[in-house]
């Protein structure tokens, strides 16, 4: 994995710790002029020439330190913009693959932890660190106790920050880990709003879900407590330093080792270079939270899902052929459908039946792309589905799952699947041959009406015919259909029996996933499925004879 910054930058950035740093040695100087010139030389122009060279150099300071805040502002944004396409990638595609975490956007909220980090003060505490022996070593120039005391503050705040990762890590992940299913409780019951109204399990729910809730404060308590008690010990042990070089300092003075601008420069001085390791301890968990958030992202991003380039294949036009296919549901070991093979030519329409559990939904996501087989190969003209560029080839789709998907625009967006430049006539001739053209000009805004968060202003019905005509948007070569006219009426179906026979004049293939007889009307194969094989293929007359001879009362 490539890094995200460049030598240049990380050298630039430590240069310019550099010159705040060294700049951050104006106000001691200062003090120690004052003292050492000004009061024994009572001169005022001595004073006004030291203040007026002090404010220059603070003003230059605080520019600096405005600067290195928006380039590590900048440097998190870097961050989020070479990782968030592959983040976005992977919450899209990994669950087609394996169960998902809570509500599967944890790998977005690790980008943000990580780029919240590196635009905030923790990475300043790191950055100034290195110049702790700066300071020491000025603190050894004033005199070697005074270097001691300061030195002696530094190993016990650097022993807090490692006792403070070491109590601090556990912690924060059990928080992490109960946050995620304490939200996913939680986007499971708004997300069944209506269920949980209707079947009153409102408190039954919520008792869960405060479950859930006290566990996860229970955990970040728990990291509270350790980062709030060091980082109270730290405050009080660095007070205690500040006095401690007071001290020693009087003392010097007292056996006229040093003089009295010492004491205050010294304490200054010290003050400086323990405010690195102040600043680390108190953005510990933050910093351990930016850790494992990356260790998770790279985790995920090793999955290799960033698909290899291949040669654009022509649009297909011939047959759809699945040659000994097995499917493997995400997250599970157990195949669930074995042995398919079938051919489709150009022109035919396939219906799967059989009962609940069979394997027909699941079928139809491989054929359409979405699953991959554990074994086998779907191939379209030849070419199996690897060696397709896959938004090459969903343009040759058309899919209507069985819970329709609508997102967040206007039904013209939905229908044209948010091309960039959308044919307005393709999106009427889809949505005349779903037969949705009346019903979508009958809207509020007709094509233009926004249909809100996964279609939530309009009916299941509405929602049903417009995923078709989606399906259908620029005559896709092959399209999938599961229960296409399970929340649809009679002209509902009617619709969807007529979308089905254009599929196959214009010399298109449609796979259609049914329970009910009405939905297989237009189609000339069937197969029939049950316990996860394929039990019966051929000609729909001929197989539904043979289903209806051997059990004449399942349903189709």
Partial sequence: MRPFLSISTIVGIFFLSGIVNILSLTSPLFMLQVYDRVLASGSVPTLVGLAVLAAGLYAFQALLDILRARVLLRIGEQFDGQFSGRVHDVIVRLPLLMPMPGDGLQPLRDLDNIRGFLAGNGPMAFLDLPWMPLYFGICFFFHFWLGMTAFVGAVLLISLTLLTHALSHRPIREAITHNIVRNALLEAARRNAEVVQALGLRNRIAIRWRKANDEYLVANRKAGDVASGLGGVSKSLRMMLQSAILAVGACLVIMHEV?????????????????PVDLAISSWK????ALQSWARLRDLLKEGLQAAPVMPLPAPVRELRLEGVTIVAPGKMKPSVTGIEFTLQAGSALGIIGPSGSGKSMLSRVIVGAWSAAAGKVRIDGASYDQWDREELGRHIGYLPQGVELFNGTVAENIARFEHDPDPDAVITAAKAAGTHELILGLERGYETPIGVAGASLSAGQRQRIGLARALYRDPFLVVLDEPNANLDAEGEAAVIKAIASVRARRGIAVVVAHRPSAI????????????????????DQVLAAVLKRRPRAPV
Wanted: hydrophobic share 55%; proline share 5%.
């Fill in 521 to 540: 009307e237009a189609v000339d194969q069937v197969l029939m499925m049950e316990g996860g094989q394929q039990r019966a293929l051929g000609p729909r």
């Fill in 259 to 275: 003089n009295a601008g010492v004491i205050i420069a010294s304490s200054i001085m010290m003050g400086r270079a323990l405010a």
């Fill in 286 to 289: 933050p910093f351990v939270m």
